[in-house]
């Protein structure tokens, strides 16, 4: 099971990694397919006065000292083409912001590195939607045909994190995850299925809805989790009211593996 797993964003470096040596017994279980997340620069923040991130220079260093600590692989959102190559050099998957995922010279600037891409589902599309996207990865590594297997070949996984409905409201409709699954692996991002969006001047959310909503995402059958998580979400500095405190964590990621148990998922 893939586990996409750490801070929303880059805060100070102690922070940073002390999230991260609280994931690691996450990270040696042998069940998981461990990354650890977080973002360089917040580029799509509601305020402008929002903290962003480190940038990517600093941020960069930060993952490597990461990497080099704890011997995490590592995943991050990209924004803009030119951020692509040089995230390459320390990052071992490229995230594709959902706001994002249909613009082709991001694609393309992605699938050039030799990265694992995550690419993830506008919150203004429908699942059958996101073959195109993954169509622009695949045919700039070579590949014409788009199906599962070929997209778990080429490193290249979709996100579900819900559609807007009316305002301010997020739904996940579980028939996402099956019908993107024809396209390639799925990865399912509970802690953002959980934002209540643009709630003044900051997105707000509600992480109590976060272990149901990935125990629904594991029964539908999923290939892997994205989950934001802080050991105080609520000193967290992006995105904390739908955050997973990193002890409760390990709880959703147990009722997880029990449930694919019971219904026999590989």
């Known amino acids: 099971m893939i586990i996409l797993t750490g801070p929303c964003v880059l805060e100070d470096r102690d922070t940073v990694m002390k999230i991260a040596e609280k994931l690691q017994p996450l990270s040696e279980d042998k069940r998981v397919d461990f990354y650890f997340k977080a973002s360089f620069d917040k580029a799509n923040r509601t305020s402008l006065s929002s903290y962003r991130g480190p940038g990517l220079d600093e941020g960069l260093k930060l993952f490597q000292e990461v990497k080099e600590q704890f011997g995490y692989r590592l995943v991050t ?28 010279d991001l694609l393309v600037a992605a699938a050039k590195t030799n990265c694992k891409i995550n690419i993830k589902k506008g919150q203004f599309l429908a699942a ?40 301010g409201a997020l739904v996940v409709d579980m028939k996402n995850l099956i019908a993107m699954r024809k396209y390639a692996p799925v990865i399912f991002d509970a802690t953002h ?25 594991a029964a539908v059958g999923v290939d892997g989790f994205f989950f934001e998580t802080h050991f105080d979400p609520n000193k967290a500095l992006s995105d904390g009211p739908n955050m997973v405190q990193v002890d409760e964590l390990y709880k959703v990621i147990d009722d997880i593996f029990a449930i694919k148990e019971v219904l026999g998922y590989n």
């Open 77 to 104: 959102d990209i924004h803009e083409s030119y951020q692509a190559a040089p995230a390459a050099e320390v990052l071992d998957v490229l995230q594709i912001p959902a706001f994002l995922c249909r613009q082709t």
């Open 128 to 167: 059958d939607s996101m073959k195109h996207p993954v169509e622009k990865v695949l045919k700039t590594r070579g590949v014409d045909e788009v199906n599962y297997q070929t997209s778990k070949d080429n490193n290249v996984w979709l996100c579900e994190r819900g559609n807007t409905f009316g305002y």
């Open 193 to 217: 299925s959980a934002q209540v969006p643009s709630t003044g001047g900051t997105t707000g959310g509600n992480s109590a809805v976060v272990p149901s909503l990935a125990k629904a995402a």
